[in-house]
């Protein structure tokens, strides 16, 4: 192996564990998941403009409709992230990230319906398998369980990020790097939460800043630049598979850092989303 394909799997591994970390914030930070959002995103911001300064990669693109695009996928992508950290505050970081993982199947379900076309029978299979693993996640069905609002919250979290997915690959301004794309779509999520963001409590926010800035840095824009930089030496479905791992990495994180140990009922379901979107990302470029 040469050393830089070993430095491009060292960095998706780091962003990923990076990416599983995320879900901590949700435990630790004491504001509501859409303040969370807006300064996570502001810190965001701020450090991938310094990251594209000290690379002199300009932040322009060719169209102005480019920049509408991204701007509005970014919208999408906010609401995923609102609706993921409200997930894990209503249940678990295990929970929340298991139902985040039903994104996979989801983005072919999805394309598929936009491209007219039947799925084929595995993806329709794997369908049925993260809806079982989903099914395992609460302890209790009942509408009432804080537990099953979290599956909710965090499957409807999947379905804006799966979205944003398949919309993504079809809006790609040609020219611009990954990096740019995701500043613009950030500037998106910055504005659709502004008012929340804005208007929140200077005394709840307060001894919270630290939390944000690193939430917004270090477990940001630091993972996605590390992707992205790894994308270079990487074919994509490697990053996919090793990306995958941020579901036992969230896990671990959780049990060593809040103390939330999952029960064998949700670690079953786990266990079975993990398969399917393993093998959906395996089959990602069939």
Not at 7 to 19: E, K, M, N, Y
Not at 215 to 220: A, E, H
Not at 238 to 264: C, D, F, K, R
Request: aromatic share 10%; proline share 2%.
């Amino acid at each position: 192996m040469d050393g830089s394909r070993q430095r491009g799997i060292v960095h998706v591994h780091l962003a990923t564990l990076l990416f599983g970390g995320t879900a901590l914030f949700a435990k630790w930070i004491t504001l509501s998941a859409d303040v969370i959002t807006f300064w996570r995103t502001l810190f965001a911001i701020g450090t991938i403009w310094l990251l594209c300064r000290l690379r002199g990669r300009s932040l322009r693109l060719e169209r102005r409709r480019d920049a509408w695009m991204q701007i509005g996928l970014g919208c999408i992508l906010g609401i995923h992230w609102a609706t993921y950290y409200a997930a894990i505050q209503s249940s678990t970081v295990a929970i929340g990230i298991t139902a985040l993982f039903t994104a996979p199947v989801l983005s072919v379900l999805i394309g598929a319906a936009l491209r007219k076309v039947w799925p084929d029978w595995i993806d329709l299979s794997l369908g049925v398998v993260v809806f079982i693993g989903v099914c395992f996640l609460s302890p209790s069905m009942s509408w009432e369980s804080e537990y099953t609002q979290g599956v909710l919250l965090g499957v409807i979290s999947a379905v804006f990020l799966a979205l944003r997915q398949v919309l993504h690959t079809r809006t790609r301004a040609r020219t611009a790097s990954g990096l740019v794309l995701l500043f613009y779509q950030l500037l998106g999520i910055g504005a659709l939460f502004a008012f929340s963001g804005l208007s929140a409590d200077a005394a709840a926010l307060k001894p919270n800043w630290m939390l944000l800035l690193m939430l917004g840095s270090l477990f940001t824009a630091l993972p996605h630049f590390l992707n992205i930089s790894a994308l270079r030496v990487l074919e994509a479905k490697t990053v996919l598979i090793i990306t995958s791992l941020m579901l036992p990495y969230g896990i671990v994180l959780s049990a060593w850092l809040l103390h939330e140990i999952p029960s064998n009922r949700t670690l079953f379901g786990c266990a079975l989303v993990m398969f399917a979107a393993t093998v959906e990302n395996l089959r990602a470029k069939r």
